[in-house]
């Protein structure tokens, strides 16, 4: 087994509860190599971390990105209380009655998302009602793309603290 290193130090936390679509998956991959995020993916996932498709979204970004899979919720509270132990939680559903552009975000933010079909669980968004946030979007449209709402979200982060992603 290969010895474990840091790529880089992650800048926000992006976990996606669930997520069923591999190439939403690979093209968030992709944009927390660009913004220097670690990926968390909570079980279960609906492929395979193989999976021809995750991989080919994420194109060759795959193996500059720090990512972890957790088994479930409890797993990843519990890793991310040593990697994020000063930052705070956002979790982003379209119920939320706050804008993601009225919080400022703080580097080493964890910023959740729930799955392409169900979005979070509502034990979840009952628990973090003050945590809850949303993307404004119109009324004809049921919901934003997952990996366009996490690009979204992690580039607000970055216009916030006016910096590049190096």
């Known amino acids: 087994m290969a010895e474990a290193y840091t790529k880089y130090e992650p800048r926000l936390h992006i976990v996606l509860h669930q997520p069923e679509i591999p190439y939403n998956t690979g093209s968030v991959g992709r944009t927390c190599v660009a913004v220097g995020a670690k990926l968390w ?4 996932l609906g492929f395979r971390i ?3 498709y995750l991989r080919r ?3 060759d ?3 500059n990105l720090e990512w972890e899979v957790v088994d479930d919720w409890a797993a990843l ?4 209380a040593v990697e994020a132990a000063k930052s705070s939680t956002w979790f982003f559903t379209k119920t939320a009655t706050r804008a993601y552009t009225d919080v400022r975000f703080s580097q080493g933010d964890v910023l959740v998302f729930g799955s392409e079909s169900r979005g979070l ?5 009952e628990v973090h009602t003050q945590s809850t946030l949303r993307i404004p979007i119109r009324s004809q449209v049921r919901s934003l793309n997952l990996s366009n709402s996490v ?8 216009r916030q603290w006016d910096t590049s992603a190096s």
Do not use: F, K, N, Q
């Open 50 to 52: 193989d999976d021809y």
């Open 77 to 80: 509270t519990s890793r991310l």
């Open 151 to 158: 690009a979204i979200t992690a580039y607000e982060a970055l």
């Open 57 to 59: 979204a994420g194109l």
């Open 61 to 63: 970004y795959w193996d």
């Open 41 to 44: 993916l909570v079980r279960p």
């Open 121 to 125: 669980p509502a034990s979840l968004l």
